[in-house]
């Protein structure tokens, strides 16, 4: 497979060969990757439970998805990197991996639901958000959301076992 | 109940030996654990986000925490909880291991912390004077990811 012999130039390169070796580099790449997680899920969550009136169920969902998403897009573009480091230094075993492969399906998943709220529910807002009720479609996308992070996390520590 | 005791009794049980031979029983549990982490870790990035004035500005510290702090309580029993369960099946290897004592040192430390200086500061009404703020969301934040950091480097150390 082309893809795979591809993967095993990227972790015989000298930049994935340095991170994979270093006794340093890697365990703080792979710790920051677990941290973001704050930055990242932490905040969007928030967001989500607000459309389950879970949380601020006082306060306009308008006020929290402007308070709390931005915040969250230094934290998933943290994620981004540092999960990309991770998967250079030992590509061809990740590659291989299933609960990687399921990992990235559903955050395929998480950017689709993601768009499905901006698309659908997004134009509308200032409307529903007024009446107070939020729109069952919005609903459930935010217990989507909340659902598929859970597992993202859930696949991205079994698939470490793994390795 | 001593070291030695929790290890023998570690070592007989026969629920421990399912947590410990199940393939995925571990990382089923650390997969919680970092759960918990996301909530704790996360609604302490927004209250101090919020302390400093870098975030989150449109809505009052106290107003946050009457939301947010039940989801942090929730996540450090989820986390604890998870953690024992982790602890238990392997004692004698957690107990030698300098990361993972590190750990409960520094996590003693910001429970102390959030429960006394931290709660108290975000449920006031009046927002702490901005030194005052840099500070507490020093040692605060430091505190955390200090037993995040720790936690992860418990692996690194055997």
Same mark, same amino acid.
């Given at each position: 497979m082309p893809f795979l012999s591809w993967c095993h130039w990227l972790q015989n390169t000298p930049f994935a060969t340095g991170i994979r070796q270093s006794d340093l580099l890697f365990p703080l790449i792979e710790g920051s990757h677990i941290m973001a997680l704050a930055l990242s899920v932490g905040l969007i969550l928030v967001f989500d439970l607000r459309l389950l009136r879970l !949380?601020? !169920? !006082?306060?306009p969902v308008s006020r929290i998805m402007e308070q709390f998403v931005p915040l969250s897009l230094p934290g998933f573009a943290a994620m981004f990197i540092t999960g990309l480091l991770l998967f250079i230094a030992q590509a061809e075993k990740v590659y291989q991996n299933t609960f990687f492969r399921f990992k990235l399906a559903l955050l395929v998943l998480a950017g689709l639901n993601a768009l499905f709220y901006q698309v659908k529910f997004y134009p509308k807002m200032a409307e529903w958000d007024k009446s107070g009720v939020v729109p069952r479609g919005a609903r459930i996308s935010g217990a989507l959301s909340l659902i598929i992070w859970a597992c993202v996390i859930a696949l991205g520590r079994t698939m470490a076992y793994e390795l | 109940m001593s070291l030695q005791q929790i290890w023998e009794w570690s070592y007989s049980s026969k629920t421990v030996d399912i947590l410990r031979n199940a393939k995925y029983a571990i990382p089923l549990i650390q997969s919680f654990h970092l759960f918990g982490l996301t909530l704790v870790l996360g609604t302490t990035v927004i209250f101090n986000l919020r302390l400093l004035g870098?975030?989150?500005?449109?809505?009052?510290v106290p107003v946050i925490s009457s939301q947010l702090w039940r989801l942090a309580v929730g996540g450090l029993l989820v986390s604890i909880t998870t953690g024992i369960l982790v602890f238990i099946p392997d004692p004698a290897r957690y107990a030698a291991n300098t990361a993972f004592r590190t750990k409960l040192v520094i996590l003693l430390a910001a429970i102390l912390f959030h429960f006394t200086v931290f709660r108290k500061v975000v449920r006031a009404e009046t927002p702490p004077a901005p030194r005052r703020a840099v500070m507490i969301a020093a040692v605060s934040l430091t505190l955390w990811f200090c037993v995040g950091w720790a936690g992860r480097a418990i692996a690194f150390l055997g």
């Open positions: !949380a601020f !169920a !006082a306060e | 870098l975030g989150v500005r449109k809505i009052s």
